[in-house]
Structures are given as structure tokens and as C-alpha cells.
């Protein structure tokens, strides 16, 4: 008998049938394995948001160069409709237009009436 209780007790000193599949799992790993996979793990989370971080940033150089483009020809208009305006606002086109266009003549000098007399 004493045979036999000595066997049980290393059955279940050796595998004990009350703990869980993990905790047996765990047993077999190497303690180096698990910081070893958070290593890793670690690893590719920081490599994913590396690349992540790179790609915004080229996501905004092209914007940033589509936006400098647009406003290099916005300027350009801005300077070609600032030409117009002033040539639509000469005094000599004005004169002319009023001339012809209009039939309007400089007043003879009495129908020039002075303000404050």
C-alpha cells in the first residue's frame, strides 16, 4: 500500500489533474519565449506606426505641393486681373470712351459752376 500512495502522489506531483491546460502550457515554455514574443510584438507595432507616421507625412508633401502650385497660379491671375483693372481705369480710356461711345464733350467754361461762391 505504501507503494501504491508514493506512485499517486508523484502522479500528481508530476501532472496534476486540477490545473488548467494553460497553467500546463506554461510549464513548458521557457520563461525567454514569452519576453521574447512581447519583444516582437513590440517590435512590429512600433515598425507599423513608423510607417504609418511616413506615409502621412508624404500624404501631406503632395498636398502641401498641389496647394503651393494652385497658389503660384492664383497669383498669377491675381496679377493679370490687377493689369485689367488699371487699364480699365486709365483717364485716357475713360476720355476716349466717353467721347465716342457716349458723345459727352469737355464743358465750355461757362457751364463749369464753382461750389462755395
Not at 18 to 45: D, H, K, M, Q, Y
Not at 66 to 71: F, G, I, L, N, R
Request: aromatic share 4%.
Amino acid at each position: 500500500m505504501r507503494i501504491a500512495v508514493a506512485r499517486n502522489v508523484r502522479k500528481k506531483k508530476l501532472a496534476p489533474k486540477n490545473l488548467g491546460a494553460s497553467r500546463r502550457l506554461r510549464a513548458e515554455w521557457p520563461t525567454g519565449w514569452l519576453a521574447g514574443g512581447v519583444l516582437i510584438l513590440v517590435f512590429c507595432i512600433a515598425a507599423i506606426l513608423h510607417v504609418r507616421s511616413r506615409l502621412a507625412v508624404v500624404q501631406l508633401g503632395y498636398r502641401l505641393s498641389q496647394a503651393t502650385k494652385e497658389h503660384k497660379q492664383l497669383q498669377a491671375d491675381n496679377r493679370k486681373l490687377q493689369v485689367e483693372v488699371a487699364t480699365l481705369r486709365s483717364p485716357r480710356r475713360l476720355r476716349k470712351l466717353a467721347t465716342e461711345r457716349l458723345g459727352l464733350r469737355e464743358p465750355l467754361p461757362r457751364q463749369i459752376l464753382q461750389a462755395g461762391d
